[in-house]
């Protein structure tokens, strides 16, 4: 997946002209850096992202598409593992989201 992903951010680079340096340096990040991603050795973090999107200015699908896949990997010890260093009072809000969520999926994925 970080191929893909790293050869999406070359393409969109080179679609709008830059070099690796010049992305680099609208997205405060190293030219070395850039170049990792791209050959699909380093993952950028969350914040790394967005500068990454916000220099290329473009919405996050664009390298994202078909790179985020479904959860059926998520599985029940995931979930508990998530939940075990929460106090009762964020586990209880946990699952006040999670129900919340779950109510509203049949009106988010327009199914009735």
Same mark, same amino acid.
């Given at each position: 997946?970080?191929?893909?992903?790293? %050869?999406?951010?070359?393409?969109?680079?080179? @679609?709008?002209?830059?070099?690796?340096? %010049?992305?680099?340096?609208?997205? @405060?990040?190293?030219?070395?850096?850039?170049? +990792?991603?791209?050959?699909?050795?380093?993952?950028?973090? #969350?914040?790394?992202?967005?500068?990454? #999107? @916000?220099?290329?200015?473009?919405?996050?699908?664009?390298?994202?598409?078909?790179?985020?896949?479904? +959860?059926?990997?998520?599985?029940?010890?995931?979930?508990?593992?998530?939940?075990?260093? #929460?106090?009762?009072?964020?586990?209880?809000?946990?699952?006040?989201?999670?129900?919340?969520?779950?109510?509203? #999926?049949?009106?988010?994925?327009?199914?009735?």
């Amino acid at each position: 997946m970080k191929e893909l992903f790293g %050869q999406r951010l070359r393409e969109q680079r080179q @679609n709008q002209g830059l070099t690796m340096e %010049q992305l680099a340096e609208k997205a @405060n990040l190293s030219t070395n850096f850039i170049g +990792a991603i791209e050959r699909g050795l380093k993952e950028p973090s #969350l914040s790394t992202l967005i500068s990454i #999107l @916000n220099a290329l200015d473009i919405p996050a699908d664009v390298l994202l598409r078909d790179y985020v896949g479904t +959860a059926s990997h998520v599985t029940d010890d995931e979930i508990c593992k998530r939940l075990e260093g #929460l106090t009762p009072i964020q586990k209880k809000a946990a699952l006040d989201l999670l129900d919340t969520y779950i109510g509203n #999926l049949p009106y988010l994925t327009n199914e009735e």
